[in-house]
């Protein structure tokens, strides 16, 4: 019940960054869909193997779009352009990209929310599955972005 690609969740355009928190739930809902919950964005990245990144146990630079020393201002790629960065469960892009805002708050009582994925300007502890960022809802930068969850129908 997840996008595949992150939003507009088409493969082989560029997916939309520079979006706030808000507005990613707006137009998440717009869709009868909602931003993906933490632990489910997780699991669909880790996969049925419980892997640390999409596709395996082992960081490799290569495999999703993310900065290296030998790649330091990677920017952000076109839906499905990285074949190797999917997870088990099929998703594409869950690592690098753009990190995606999910629904979760960092503490019940902070306003800042949980961001998954690393991006195109992280590496490889951002682009761990498990890996936990935040930022300010308001907050719109070129490698923040978010995929649409949905419930069973």
């Known amino acids: 019940c997840m ?5 507009p969740n088409r493969k ?12 990613a739930k707006t137009l998440c809902e717009s869709q ?19 892997f640390d990144y999409p596709y395996g146990r082992d960081y490799v630079a290569q495999m999703c779009n993310l900065s290296d020393e030998l790649s330091p201002n ?3 790629q076109k839906s499905g ?3 190797r960065c999917i997870s088990g469960y099929g998703v594409a892009d869950l690592s690098g990209n753009l990190g995606e805002w999910t629904s979760a ?17 992280k590496g490889a502890i ?7 960022l935040s930022d300010d809802p308001q907050a719109a930068e070129s490698t ?5 969850c949905a419930g069973l129908r």
């Open 3 to 7: 996008d595949v690609f992150e939003f």
């Open 12 to 23: 082989a355009q560029l997916p939309r960054g520079e979006v706030t928190w808000n507005e």
């Open 32 to 50: 009868g869909k909602r931003l993906c919950h933490e632990a489910e964005w997780e699991k669909a990245c880790k996969g049925p193997q419980d």
């Open 74 to 76: 990677r920017s952000v």
């Open 81 to 83: 352009s990285q074949v």
């Open 105 to 121: 708050r960092v503490a019940a009582d902070a306003p800042d929310r949980v961001i998954k994925g690393g991006g195109a300007d």
């Open 126 to 132: 951002a682009s761990r599955c498990a890996a936990r």
């Open 144 to 148: 923040l972005g978010f995929r649409c």
